[in-house]
T-cell receptor
Framework: GAVVSQHPSRVICKSGTSVKIECRSLDFQATTMFWYRQFPKQSLMLMATSNEGSKATYEQGVEKDKFLINHASLTLSTLTVTSAHPEDSSFYIC?????????????FGSGTRLTVV | QKEVEQDPGPLSVPEGAIVSLNCTYSNSAFQYFMWYRQYSRKGPELLMYTYSSGNKEDGRFTAQVDKSSKYISLFIRDSQPSDSATYLCAPRGNDYKLSFGAGTTVTVRA
């Protein structure tokens, strides 16, 4: 089945530093990748949508200069949290939409738990 | 008002019971209806999807969609302790963006 690999699974960084999270589709080409943020006991909130070779589209209220998204190829998307602060601590999850017709369900990565100290 | 409303529970049932989960939504443009299961500190995994109104069955799982009342349901028959997880409904329209409910936490007691 479709597999999305997300790394790292857990990261602790100091306030003011930047952190990069990678999301790779291992056995399919991802036309679109989505990035979510999830707070404890809350649902997933969509942050941005990225299409290969295009600029990401950010949801309202998400700072695009803080959360840099790059979708350089059909199998790789990255999220960089720049100048991280403790309030950026959260669970970040990516998902990938295959380009195949009829694929309605998206595959999610296993998530990255970011802690900013 | 949220686009997708889902009772967060928690819901606790004995092993073998039927688990009934549901969501309501407000966006008439939603045409695809997904259910995901999420274990603690993991990414969601797709359980089922349904297009438009109707029922769909897959093993112990049945998904129902009633677009006229904007109501989505998931039933789990013969529930097992391994079904203990958070279940998220996630409808979407043609913009490919999923709108997640809050998730219902289910515990199946052995």
């Amino acid at each position: 089945g479709a597999v999305v690999s997300q790394h790292p699974s857990r990261v602790i960084c100091k306030s003011g530093t930047s952190v990069k999270i990678e999301c790779r589709s291992l056995d399919f080409q991802a036309t679109t990748m989505f990035w979510y943020r999830q707070f404890p006991k809350q649902s997933l909130m969509l942050m941005a949508t990225s299409n290969e070779g295009s600029k990401a589209t950010y949801e309202q209220g998400v700072e695009k200069d803080k959360f840099l998204i790059n979708h350089a190829s059909l199998t790789l998307s990255t999220l960089t949290v720049t100048s991280a602060h403790p309030e950026d601590s959260s669970f970040y999850i990516c998902s990938a939409r295959p380009g195949r017709q009829g694929d309605y369900g998206y595959t999610f990565g296993s998530g990255t738990r970011l802690t900013v100290v | 008002q949220k686009e997708v409303e889902q009772d967060p529970g928690p819901l606790s049932v004995p092993e073998g019971a039927i688990v009934s989960l549901n969501c309501t939504y407000s966006n008439s443009a939603f045409q695809y209806f997904m259910w995901y299961r999420q274990y603690s500190r993991k990414g969601p995994e797709l359980l089922m999807y349904t297009y438009s109104s109707g029922n769909k069955e897959d093993g112990r799982f049945t998904a129902q969609v009633d677009k006229s009342s904007k109501y989505i349901s998931l039933f789990i028959r013969d529930s097992q302790p391994s079904d203990s997880a958070t279940y998220l409904c996630a409808p979407r329209g043609n913009d490919y963006k999923l709108s997640f409910g809050a998730g219902t936490t289910v515990t199946v007691r052995a």
